[in-house]
Nanobody, 123 residues
Framework: QLQIVESGGGLVQPGGSLRLSCKVSGFTLDQYAIGWFRQAPGKGREGVSCISSIGITTDYADSVKGRFTLSRDGAKNTVYLQMNNLKPEDTAVYYC????????????????WGQGTQVTVSS
């Protein structure tokens, strides 16, 4: 049974950092691309970044380039989203999702989703 669990969200001040974790089970990271999405109140789900099954990363949101970094630990079956220099506009629920074929910035391409973790950037 495939399962995805996000963690690491919370309240942080502008300019601060958080590291989100996406732990998967029932499959391995060399089998699926893992994408991060976010959804702010009243807005649609936005693609943030993705790491392919062979470890290539792609950023989809221009606003996070240079601030967010994806990495993965195959031994732990976990993908990390390191978020630095956070801004109030980064406030959203962050979701992790798995797609068997390849990375995509479109949420409907993904087959499996976690429950999300709340990130709030506020002073």
């Amino acid at each position: 049974q495939l399962q995805i669990v996000e963690s690491g969200g919370g309240l942080v001040q502008p300019g601060g950092s958080l590291r989100l974790s996406c732990k998967v089970s029932g499959f391995t990271l060399d089998q699926y691309a893992i994408g991060w999405f976010r959804q702010a109140p009243g807005k649609g789900r936005e693609g943030v970044s993705c790491i392919s099954s062979i470890g290539i990363t792609t950023d989809y949101a221009d606003s996070v380039k240079g601030r967010f970094t994806l990495s993965r630990d195959g031994a732990k079956n976990t993908v990390y989203l390191q978020m630095n220099n956070l801004k109030p506009e980064d406030t959203a629920v962050y979701y992790c999702a798995a797609e068997q074929l390849s990375c995509s910035g479109n949420y409907y391409a993904y087959d499996y989703w976690g429950q999300g973790t709340q990130v709030t950037v506020s002073s």
